[in-house]
């Protein structure tokens, strides 16, 4: 899992935070006990200054002795010992755990990732770590994609640790950021498929994304039916309602509940059955679709038309068609 940038600088202010609320607490209670649990070896007078210094001093080190406990304040003696004293090896602790994260663990994770950028090559970027986004990260590995091809960015960590269980490349941060996707390696990545659940969100990803890789192909979630135009103007390619493709089959299930399962199986390549597209070749050209053997053709795209099943008795292979046709999962 790479963080986004913002994250360890959150941390350490955080963490400074808390580190000066400790040392406020400690002050304050010194300065309670300033007048008879310390004294000043120098001129005798303990000042709101003295108190401030013993402070940073007592947390840091053993002290100098300059400014110390009375030896006839008991209180005062065993807030340092026990209360003092454990503080300093808890601030220690934090000084020392901060650096390893902002400095070791920041320089290992940022050249893991420089390695996963060299691997990446026309790779698949999922955006938004849903039940959407899972389901196609699902169906890619079972379409043959390797895991290490598929890179999975979202803002919320729980879905980035998800992602990381799933043997994912994950990404914490903003997708319609351009650091975040250059991170990914957009530019040279073959797909992006947007599946937040915020249509505007989904439309800033997608107008950055295309702007960083003009040959990128864009698959974008819609989430509400009236906000597919705004997407389509965003320059995806292809805009899916989840909502609306569901809705379909359920209502298909009413009436014909095995035919709703075999859509259902036809659509997911882990069932034994694949449904492609590919531009027909030199050979196929003139034919008739259901003269290809070997596929069930259900569909041919030709230029700005999509030819239904209806078309395929009477429709002959041109060049530059794509055949859209299921097979068997081999």
């Known amino acids: 899992m790479v963080k986004d940038p913002s994250s360890p600088v959150k941390t350490l202010a955080y963490r400074l935070l808390f580190i000066l609320a400790l040392l406020c607490f400690i002050a304050g209670v010194f300065w309670l006990e300033r007048e008879d649990g310390l004294e000043d070896t120098r001129d005798g007078e303990v000042s709101t200054v003295d108190v401030i210094y013993f402070t940073a001093i007592t947390v840091t080190t053993t002290g100098y002795g300059d400014i110390r406990p009375n030896a006839n304040s008991t209180s005062a003696m065993l807030f340092d010992a026990f209360v003092a004293t454990p503080i300093r090896a808890i601030i220690w602790i934090i000084f020392i755990g901060t650096a390893y994260q902002l400095v070791i663990q920041e320089f290992m994770e940022e050249r893991h990732m420089r390695k996963l950028q060299e691997n990446l090559q026309d790779h698949v970027i999922i955006t938004g770590y849903g039940m959407t986004g899972k389901a196609a990260a699902r169906e890619l590995v079972a379409k043959g994609y390797d895991k290490d091809q598929i890179v999975i960015i979202d803002n919320e960590e729980d879905a980035i640790s998800d992602a990381a269980e799933d043997d994912f490349v994950g990404l914490l941060g903003d997708a319609s950021q351009e650091s975040i996707l250059t991170k990914a390696a957009i530019n040279k990545a073959k797909h992006i498929i947007i599946a937040t659940d915020r249509d505007d969100t989904n439309v800033l990803i997608s107008l950055t994304a295309r702007d960083m890789n003009k040959g990128l192909r864009i698959i974008a979630r819609a989430n509400q039916e009236e906000n597919t135009k705004l997407i389509k103007r965003s320059n995806a390619d292809i805009i899916i309602s989840p909502s609306t493709a569901g809705g379909n089959l ?31 070749s030199e050979g196929e050209i003139g034919k008739k679709p259901k003269e290809i053997t070997g596929k069930v053709v259900i569909g041919v795209h030709r230029k700005d038309k999509l030819l239904g099943i209806s078309e395929m008795d009477t429709t002959k292979l041109a060049a530059g068609d794509i055949l859209i046709f299921l097979e068997k999962k081999p």
């Open 250 to 280: 359920m209502a298909a299930a009413t009436k014909h509940e095995h035919l709703a399962k075999l859509l259902e199986d036809m659509l997911t390549a882990a069932h034994g059955i694949n449904m492609r597209e590919r531009v027909v």
